[in-house]
Each structure stands twice: as structure tokens, then as C-alpha cells.
């Protein structure tokens, strides 16, 4: 999975990826595992237990996909010992371009799944592939314009960070009437390229203070998550400014060995 991780999966993706070769996915059997359940027939075929490799795979539903897939997974056999096998032999089989769409078409056919369980209904297999190279091609095409405007989230000319450091933006958008807020992390290296990038909704907030101190908080430790340890941080917001800023240099925000250091707000 390493060499796919600087690729163009959304994050959702590479995360449901992660679960899933560690074998953490709310499957019926893990959840057996838990003793949360006593049925592990996979509630899709109702044929066999549903185990990782078997919803993802095995399933006669997963391989209607693979089956139209316009990959070579149509001519790979079937039975893989565990996840993990399946996921080294389609590494060893496909080019990477390739495990990607596998990894989103794996992602779309878990969340049909959980459709499914509340009264949802399966989509064609069809639909299934197109909409997951799609999904691909939009996650690269943002990157592409992410990475050509090299600007701040405040649309100010942005600049770049002094190599060994990355440099972190971030900003959050307050929905006032719903008590909840969105928040967007992008962190670049000193050419301007993007690295890693997040968009996504925060938890309930009752405050704008509260909001923007989280969507800091929440952006750091993306940061961290994503293997960042040296960044230089600005974000938008009022609470960051008088909370983390210091001019005084290198700042320790949490004691987690990284080394961070705060940007100056005209950067
Ligand atoms: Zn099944």
C-alpha cells in the first residue's frame, strides 16, 4: 500500500483501505469476533461468512464488478486465503493505476453493502465501474488545480515554505444555523505542490471560538496522521492567531515529537 499513498485515492479511500487489510471493517464476522453479533452470513448472497475477502472478492456481487471491470481482474481466480493475499496478488498483478480503481471500486462496493442494510438497493455493476473511474478522474483533476494555483485558502498569493518544512494551510467555514463547521488542510512542499489535502465537516460546535481552535487542532493532527512532522502553519482564523502564535519562533504545539513552527502572518 506504501507506493499508493502519494497517488491520486481520495483519503476516505486510502483509510477504508487501511481498515480493511487490518481487518477492521464492521464486518458481521469481526463484529462475531466482538461478540456484538451472532450471524456472520454475508447479509448480501446469505451464502458464506462475510469476512473481508469475501465481501470484497468472493461475493457473487463483487464479482459481477470485477467481472466488468476493464482491468485484468476479470481473469484473476478466485479463493484468496485473506485479504491480505488478495491485496499483495493484485499488487503483484496490477499496475498502480489499476489498484487504485480496484481500491475505489473495493471502497463503492462497501458502501452498497451498508446501503443495503438499511433498504438500499444494489446498483448495477456497471454503473458501479464507470462511477469509480470517474470518481478518480475528479480526485486527480482538484489535485491538478490545487497544485496550478498555488494560493492561501484566503485566495492571497501564497509562499512557499524553507525546505525541510512543509507548509500547512488551513481555514473552516462556520454553518451557523446547523451548529456545525466544515474545515480544508492542505499542505504543500516548498515547490508548491500539494502532498496531502483534506476537506470535510467537523464535529457539532457550539461556538465560532470552539470552531476554529478544532479545525487547527483537527488540521495538525491530519498533518501528523499523514506523516508531516515539520510544518509551518497558517491558517485564517482569529482564535489560531492569539492561541499558537508566537514570534518568538519554533513553537512545541503538542508534545509529540514533532518540531512545528508558527508562520508569520504576512506569509
Ligand atoms: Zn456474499
Redesign the pocket.
Known sequence: MEGLMEDEIPNKVKIFGWRACIEILPTRCNLAKRNLIVET????????P?TEV??LW?????QDVWVGSRTKLQKCSLSQQNILHLFEFLMNKLEPKEMELFLVQAWMLWNQRNGALHGGKLKDPRWLNTRAAELLAENAQTKEQLAVIPRDMGGNVWCPPPPPFFKLNFDATIFRERCWFGFRVVIRNEQGEVMVALSTIGPPISSSEEAETLACRKAVEFAVDAGFSELIIKGNSKCYESTFFSKSGPVNLWECGCKYSMAHPWD
Open positions: 452470513d454475508c447479509p448480501i448472497c446469505l451464502h458464506s462475510e469475501h465481501l468472493d461475493c457473487p456481487t463483487a
